[in-house]
């Protein structure tokens, strides 16, 4: 039954090279394939993330993709020590403190992808 099935996501990208760079070099994501097509990573859990070959890419500027982490301080520390731009809100009702949304029940933050994929790390409260 799907519910007891691991879900894998799956993002566009138009640059397979650039993407390879930044899933596995800046956010460290180890590896499992590698095609023309597609490329194949391994997350928490047993989850994998595939980011495949797109002539368009993605056309949303919503969260495509999300984390569960334990400590995001920690997490958005690491990421910029390694270059990556955590996103940083002020609209009305929806702010970020240094790179952090506080929804209440968790926090949130932002990352965006050079195929420009909306990426989501939560640390529930």
Known sequence: MLRDSPLDV????TDLVVAKDFYGEKLGLP?????EQSLTFSCGGGSR????K???GTADSQTQAQWRVQDLAAELADLRSRGVKIEEYDD???KTEDGIYD???ALF???TDPAKNSLALLQYK
């Open 49 to 52: 993330l595939l980011i495949s």
């Open 10 to 13: 799956v993002l566009l990208a």
């Open 54 to 56: 797109s002539e368009t």
């Open 92 to 94: 009305p009702g929806f």
């Open 109 to 111: 933050a932002w990352i």
């Open 31 to 35: 590896m499992l394939d590698e095609s």
């Open 103 to 105: 929804a209440g029940f």
